[in-house]
């Protein structure tokens, strides 16, 4: 079973804070995705990586930077949080095959910035 | 998800049929996707139906695609109390393999 898992499933933060989100799978996939979901605007993607210390913008980049120094490790850093970072934030992995390989999820972590 | 759109919520009786909405914009999409969001958890792949076909049927879950409308619909058959959850549907441009763009949710409530 494929298993993805996210450091943290509550987080709260002060704005101006740096943030780290991190995630772990344990199925060698080469891609990993990093996600918000905001009620109403589904999941939007943040960033992505194909591959040990590659990435790619997805269609939300501002605000955020990420690091993938291990093939298992996808971390999502918030340089300063703001208020409006405020949200779930899902990280996913996928194998480089094709289209019908499934994007498998964690369980999320519930980010507040006050 | 504005390229991809869904109505927020659904509410029908245990052992009723249900049908979850999707509407794309983008025709170049290759493979359409359902997934599941329990409470608290991540999101689950239901089924997936690629560009050419029009139906799939799963068990109890059928997906019906129609091109023309670039309308793609979630039938679940004997909806039960363990099916509420968040309903995404999703989408992977063509030439953009590892990238999927989701729809709003539709949140799914079963009443005993």
């Known amino acids: 079973d494929v298993k993805v898992t996210q450091s943290s499933r509550y987080l709260v933060k002060r704005t101006g804070e740096k943030v780290f989100l991190e995630c772990v799978q344990d199925?060698?996939?080469?891609?990993m995705f990093w996600y918000r979901q905001d009620p109403g605007l589904g999941l939007r993607l943040i960033y992505f990586?194909?591959?040990?210390?590659?990435?790619e913008k997805g269609d939300i980049p501002e605000g955020y930077s990420v690091s993938r120094e291990k093939k298992e490790r996808f971390s999502l850093i918030l340089e300063s949080a703001s208020t409006n970072q405020t949200s779930m934030y899902l990280c996913?992995?996928?194998?480089?095959?094709?289209?019908?390989?499934?994007?498998?999820f964690g369980p999320g972590t519930r980010l507040t910035v006050l | 998800g504005e390229d991809v759109e869904q109505s927020l919520f659904l509410s029908v009786r245990e052992g009723d049929s249900s049908v979850i909405n999707c509407t794309y914009t983008?025709?170049?999409?290759?493979?359409l996707y359902w997934y599941k969001q329990e409470p608290g958890a991540g999101l689950q792949l239901l089924t997936y139906?690629?560009?050419?076909?029009d139906m799939k049927q799963d068990q109890r879950l059928t997906v019906l695609l129609n091109k023309k409308d670039k309308h793609l619909s979630l039938r679940i058959a004997d909806t039960q109390t363990g099916d509420s959850a968040i309903y995404f549907c999703?989408?992977?441009?063509?030439?953009?393999?590892?990238?999927?763009?989701f729809g709003g949710g539709t949140r799914l409530m079963v009443k005993p």
């Open positions: 990586s194909y591959d040990v210390k590659m990435k």
């Open positions: 996913a992995s996928r194998r480089e095959l094709g289209f019908t390989d499934t994007q498998y």
């Open positions: 999703a989408r992977t441009p063509r030439g953009a393999g590892n990238m999927l763009t």
């Open positions: 139906i690629f560009s050419n076909m």
């Open positions: 983008d025709s170049s999409s290759t493979y």
């Open positions: 199925m060698d996939h080469e891609n």
